[in-house]
């Protein structure tokens, strides 16, 4: 399962994870490609979602599951692919459902607090706030080059980039702040965002920066592209360009945000003062 993926520096950790779910369900045994079978794959995901655990002793979540499960399903569809099995078991097992998670993401107003606030790592404040103007995933951001960052003040900028996650080529238009933000050129392979690179040490300093700025929720770097996502859509960018501009394959997955911002005018709503306006007809 340790495959060139897990070598990712953006999926290391789910890779790693899913790994180590592997070995507990196995008891430490790595069993053979020809005994990876139908039923085999069956009880490796009734594990998942019943009996496995997170390092803090909690049951995974059933996308944990579903994430962890579509690992193993990706090693042997490579494994087909490339001819080390005659048919690929997996085809054959329902996969684990998907079921819709609460989508934090920062308002405005958030964003720019925690723009004025320092965080204890620089390249992280950056990066996150540049995750917040572009809508770049973190396995996007951590491995972009100078090479990728194109354009001039007078023709626009944009990033030219692979995907980490689904492997297309995308060309992606950014701001001019969000091009001032990286600050100067440095070589062509050279990251943009060096030293910068994913720990427990870097989560805490995420949250503790959020704090210190007054964001009192659970914020991981993923909510820089929800807050993205979700800006646009409240300023009115229909649905379908927000979609292209994320790389999203299906406008489904957009749509997710979709409720998000209506939630949130529903909630800007409610903040009207409650005025008693009918009893006030009557009286006229």
Not at 5 to 20: E, H, I, T
Not at 138 to 165: A, C, H, L, N, P
Not at 178 to 206: H, M
């Amino acid at each position: 399962m340790k495959t060139d993926r897990l070598n990712s520096k953006g999926n290391f950790g789910n890779w790693d994870s899913a790994y180590k779910h592997l070995l507990t369900f196995t008891k430490g045994q790595q069993p053979t490609l020809g005994e990876v079978d139908e039923s085999w794959l069956l009880v490796l995901k009734q594990y998942l979602l019943n009996d496995a655990k997170t390092p803090g002793k909690t049951k995974l979540s059933q996308n944990s599951a579903l994430s962890y499960f579509n690992k193993v399903k990706a090693t042997l569809r490579q494994a087909f692919e490339k001819k080390l099995i005659r048919e690929n078991p997996a085809l054959r097992v329902r996969g684990i459902k998907e079921v819709e998670t609460k989508r934090e993401f920062l308002t405005w107003e958030e964003v720019e607090k925690i723009s004025k606030t320092k965080c204890d790592v620089k390249k992280l404040k950056e990066a996150f706030l540049f995750s917040i103007m572009t809508g770049l995933r973190w396995s996007d951001i951590i491995k972009m080059t100078w090479s990728e960052v194109r354009g001039s003040d007078s023709e626009g900028w944009y990033v030219r980039f692979q995907q980490q996650k689904t492997k297309d080529y995308e060309v992606l238009p950014i701001t001019k702040p969000a091009r001032e933000l990286l600050g100067k050129n440095g070589e062509p392979d050279q990251r943009v965002f060096i030293g910068l690179r994913y720990s427990n040490y870097t989560n805490i300093a995420l949250s503790r920066w959020m704090k210190v700025s007054g964001v009192d929720r659970a914020i991981t770097f993923h909510c820089g592209r929800h807050t993205h996502a979700t800006l646009l859509l409240n300023q009115g960018v229909d649905i379908y360009v927000v979609s292209k501009l994320l790389g999203h394959k299906n406008i489904r997955t957009t749509e997710i945000y979709a409720k998000v911002s209506q939630n949130k005018k529903i909630e800007a709503i409610n903040k009207l003062p409650q005025l008693n306006i009918v009893e006030s007809v009557k009286q006229s």
